[in-house]
């Protein structure tokens, strides 16, 4: 162990992470560090895979995608085809058509509900979300988040959750903070690369919530790892341990659910090193391990003899007694 001494990096954040109660159009991804850095919905290398009732993807969302500067013109969908061998998906067919929510809806049969968005001033845009995120949760749909994100390095926070919404309009589509399900699965979460043996505490983790709501919380405590392979190269990445908080939600709370994830750095470095043992090593073992057999079989022989001695002897004894 050791300080750490590094300076000015950025640190990776690798997440993989699942909502089957919220559509991906409703989703953000937020971070804040100590040094006031506020990002909302960030779109460094994030993908959202969109889910059915089943878990089967029905389409895709890149956020950094090229060209275009709208929130819409950086999305495009993928349609799913027929499964192939019956148990997998297969992306057969792939638009790369610039997606606009207004292509899902049939105006003739949303005129009542166009007048009584409009009467609450929303604009085009947003009564197409409105309308497209109410469909999706009818529909049971999901949404897989995954990616990676470059933050500063130091002490923050970064958290998943409907913040990205104008507060008005997630009021309209949820009726409340109360009836946001922010119930979730992470497959993956670490902070760099992987090494061998290491353990992600919070891989496979499943938190589900029925009938209610709330902001889960995890506090993860990073320590900073340098792996070196026996080819004398380095792997720098990071361990880190975390500890888990819920605070459920009740109708008077003025903030939304979420699921945040709080970070802090420890200064000291740990090295783990592969090393090979000596020849000399492997012959002090190997002398240690003959030298015991034959002392093990040595007091195997002994007993073997003073046992065949005792009852060979005892017979001729009782003869010459008679």
Known sequence: MSVDLKRGETLPIHINMTFPSLPCDVLSVDAIDMSGKHEVDLDTNIWKLRLNSYGHIIGTEYLSGPGGTGPWSQAWLSFEGDKVGGNSDSIIVSM????????????????DSDEKLHAFGFDQASENLIKKVKQALENGEGCRVYGVLDVQRVAGNFHISVHGLNIYVAQTIFGGATHVNVSHTIHDLSFGPKYPGIHNPLDGTVRMLHDTSGTFKYYIKIVPTEYRYISKEVLPTNQFSVTEYFSPMNEFDRTWPAVYFLYDLSPITVTIKEERRSFLHFITRLCAVLGGTF???????????????????????RSVLR
């Open 96 to 111: 790369r058509v610039p997606f606009s929510p207004s292509i899902y809806y049939d105006k003739g049969h949303h005129e």
């Open 295 to 317: 002392a093990l079989t040595g007091m195997l022989d002994r007993w073997m003899y003073r046992l065949l001695e005792v009852l060979t002897n005892k017979p001729k004894a």
